[in-house]
């Protein structure tokens, strides 16, 4: 059975209503935040490669001040994350190229290669979050 847009998430509901939860008694400021994983989950649900990709991009650049760092590949490297949650940030700081592709390549004589397929599970996203939420 075929999904409809409203089932086709890359943030779980779960996840956004934790951090809408522990946002309420914290001093962190999170509606840009949520406003930008709204944004996601709906760009994902249409299939719309670059918008999910610069969006994922952009949650990637918001949220490293939460874990303490400056940038994402410190929250990446630097975080005590296991051994499975060091894979899906590897993974999320690798993704970020594509971000930068979607954003600063110039247009050219050569195909665009970035299919919507190139964007990872949400999981590693999904993991990442809960960490933040924990955190605010």
């Not at 999170?30 to 994902?44: F, P, S, T």
């Not at 051994?83 to 050219?108: A, C, F, N, P, W």
């Not at 970035?114 to 990442?128: C, I, Q």
Request: with cysteine; hydrophobic share 40%.
């Amino acid at each position: 059975m075929p999904r409809t847009v409203a089932e086709e998430t890359y943030v779980a509901a779960t996840v956004i209503r934790l951090i809408e939860d522990k946002a309420a008694q914290s001093s962190w400021d999170c509606a840009k935040l949520l406003q930008l994983i709204r944004e996601l989950n709906d760009n994902y649900a249409r299939r719309n490669a670059y918008s999910a990709h610069t969006l994922l991009r952009a949650i990637l650049d918001h949220i490293p001040p939460i874990l303490g760092c400056a940038h994402f590949t410190a929250v990446a490297d630097n975080h005590p994350w296991g051994r499975t949650d060091k894979g899906y940030m590897r993974r999320l700081k690798e993704v970020r190229l594509q971000g930068d592709d979607v954003l600063h390549r110039q247009i050219s004589m050569k195909l665009d290669v970035l299919r919507f397929e190139d964007l990872p599970t949400g999981a590693g996203l999904n993991r990442l979050l809960q960490e933040c939420a924990d955190r605010l």
